[in-house]
């Protein structure tokens, strides 16, 4: 079964703090997405990671992907109450089709 | 451009009632997608397209319909509604090709339906 599970579901966090949410799928990919959403809105590319090892930063924001252990990871520092959002990874099993399996997300709360 | 474009924003639909969500992308994309979500939750693929004529089902296609007759457009049809389609439909977009291997998918804004 093809399937993308992220923790946390929520996360609370102070502002000036780091955090990292993480980001297990279930089989083979070589291309994962991380992607924001702000309440009642759409989904805004932030990350395209293609390779082992890939690391990716903007900002306070920086995402990783380990295709050995099926593994990403977005890391997050000195957090700002901007960055506050839904956070959502979604990975390419078949890449006939690009079909993307996204995780259930993670509300993150930045508190000041 | 304006990108992925869908409308309406928000419906309200009477159980067993049909309607169809339109979805239109400008940027010459030949790979279209339907998602829903449900809330508090990611979103699940309920058709794609990889062009124009060519249709095949996502994870959750049961209750709904689509057609691709040209590039731009993707329509996602419901019939029969129920409260279980109660969700926010998002219309996506992407180019995989050579020199593309991002393939980055991009999102319309999103249709809110409310089935009662």
């Known amino acids: 079964e093809l399937k993308v599970e992220q923790n946390p579901l929520f996360l609370s966090m102070q502002e000036g703090k780091n955090y990292t949410i993480y980001c297990n799928y279930s089989?083979?990919?070589?291309?994962l997405y991380w992607y924001r959403q702000d309440p009642g809105k759409s989904l805004e590319s932030l990350f395209v990671?293609?390779?082992?090892?890939a690391v990716k930063q903007e900002g306070r924001l920086m995402a990783s992907l380990d295709t050995k252990a099926r593994l990403s990871t977005l890391h997050i520092t000195a957090a700002v109450h901007d960055l506050s959002a839904t956070y959502f990874c979604?990975?390419?099993?078949?890449?006939?089709?690009?079909?993307?399996?996204f995780g259930t997300g993670t509300r993150l709360t930045i508190i000041p | 451009n304006a990108g992925v474009t869908q409308t309406p924003k928000f419906r309200i639909l009477k159980i067993g009632q049909s309607m169809t969500l339109q979805c239109t992308q400008d940027?010459?994309?030949?790979?279209m997608y339907w998602y829903r979500q449900d809330p508090g939750m990611g979103l699940k693929l309920i058709y794609y397209?990889?062009?124009?004529?060519?249709?095949d089902k996502g994870e959750v296609p049961n209750g709904y319909n689509v057609s691709r007759s040209t590039t731009e457009d993707f329509p996602l049809r419901l019939e029969l509604a129920a409260p279980s389609q109660t969700s926010v439909y998002f219309c996506?977009?992407?180019?995989?090709?050579?020199?593309?291997?991002?393939?980055?998918?991009?999102f319309g804004p999103g249709t809110r339906l409310t089935v009662l």
């Open positions: 996506a977009s992407s180019y995989p090709g050579l020199g593309s291997p991002y393939n980055e998918q991009f």
């Open positions: 089989t083979t990919s070589d291309r």
């Open positions: 990671l293609l390779s082992n090892g």
């Open positions: 979604a990975v390419v099993f078949n890449f006939g089709n690009e079909k993307l399996t």
């Open positions: 940027m010459n994309h030949n790979y």
């Open positions: 397209s990889v062009g124009a004529g060519i249709t």
